[in-house]
């Protein structure tokens, strides 16, 4: 089963400085990659990069 087109796949790895999110397409290309500080600015910032939630798997 194919996933639908607007589907976004989101994955964080997660250390203790930094945080990097990655955000693939559904077909597992990269859309964007950016590490964050681990503070509440770099929280907040790597909310801001979230897609509409009802996207994002």
């Known amino acids: 089963m194919t996933p639908p ?3 976004i ?3 964080v ?3 203790t400085d930094t945080h ?3 955000l693939l397409d559904w077909r597992g290309r990269p859309l ?9 600015a770099g929280y907040e910032a790597l ?3 979230l897609p ?3 996207r994002v798997v």
Do not use: C, K, Q
């Not at 964007?32 to 509440?40: I, L, M, N, S, Y």
């Open 5 to 7: 087109m607007e589907t």
């Open 32 to 40: 964007a990659t950016r590490t964050f500080p681990t503070d509440a």
């Open 52 to 54: 509409d939630p009802s």
């Open 9 to 11: 796949y989101a994955g």
């Open 47 to 49: 909310a801001g990069m």
């Open 13 to 15: 790895d997660t250390h």
């Open 20 to 22: 990097t999110l990655a």
